[in-house]
C-alpha cells in the first residue's frame, strides 16, 4: 500500500493550514504519512504516492491551485486522488451560491479529474487582513468567524484513506 502523501495547500490568512493539518491528521491516524507543504514552495509530486490539493476561493479563483497544476500536470495525471476548496460560500448549504466556488476549483485543476473533492467553509480574521480586505468584507457583508466544520474535514479524509486501502 502506497503511504507518502503529499497535501500541497495554498493559504492567505491561514484559514486553509487547519483544514490540510486535519486532513493530515487524519491520514497519519490510518497509517499514511502525510507531509503538509505550501504551494508557494513549489513541493515536487513525483516525490510522493499521492496528492492532495487545496486553496481558499479569493474573488472567484483559486490562482495558487492552478499555477501549481499548470506547473506539476503530468506528475499529477497519476498521484493526484483529492482536491479541496475552503471560502464562506460553503458556509450555507445553497447550490446556487457555491457553484462559483466549486467552478473556480474544477477550473484550477485543469483536465484532472480527483476521485475526492471536498468543499468547505473557512475562517475569516479581521486581524490577519488588509485595510482593503477589510473593506471589500463590509461590503459583501461577509461573516467573520471560524466556521471551519473539522468532524465533515475529518469524514473527507477518512473517505480518501478508505479509497486508497481497497486501490
Not at 5 to 26: K, P, W
Not at 71 to 87: C, D, K, P, T
Not at 130 to 154: C, H, N, W
Request: no cysteine; charged share 25%; aromatic share 8%.
Amino acid at each position: 500500500m502506497s503511504r507518502r502523501i503529499l497535501i500541497a495547500y495554498a493559504t492567505r490568512a491561514g484559514s486553509t493550514t487547519g483544514v490540510a493539518e486535519a486532513v493530515a491528521g487524519q491520514l497519519r491516524r490510518a497509517g499514511y504519512d502525510p507531509v503538509i507543504s505550501e504551494i508557494h514552495t513549489d513541493p515536487s509530486p513525483e516525490e510522493y504516492d499521492h496528492v492532495i490539493l487545496g486553496g481558499p476561493v479569493y474573488m472567484g479563483h483559486m490562482s495558487e491551485v492552478a499555477g501549481y497544476v499548470q506547473r506539476h500536470e503530468a506528475a499529477l495525471q497519476s498521484r493526484l486522488i483529492a482536491a479541496f476548496a475552503v471560502g464562506m460560500s460553503f458556509l450555507e448549504d445553497d447550490k446556487e451560491k457555491q457553484a462559483p466556488a466549486q467552478e473556480a476549483l474544477r477550473s484550477s485543476l485543469s483536465s484532472l479529474l480527483p476521485r475526492h473533492i471536498g468543499y468547505f467553509a473557512g475562517k475569516t480574521d479581521p486581524g490577519k487582513l488588509s485595510f482593503l480586505q477589510r473593506m471589500a468584507l463590509k461590503i459583501v457583508k461577509s461573516p467573520v468567524g471560524d466556521f471551519r466544520d473539522y468532524e465533515a474535514i475529518q469524514a473527507w479524509a477518512m473517505e480518501i484513506s478508505g479509497d486508497l486501502q481497497r486501490a
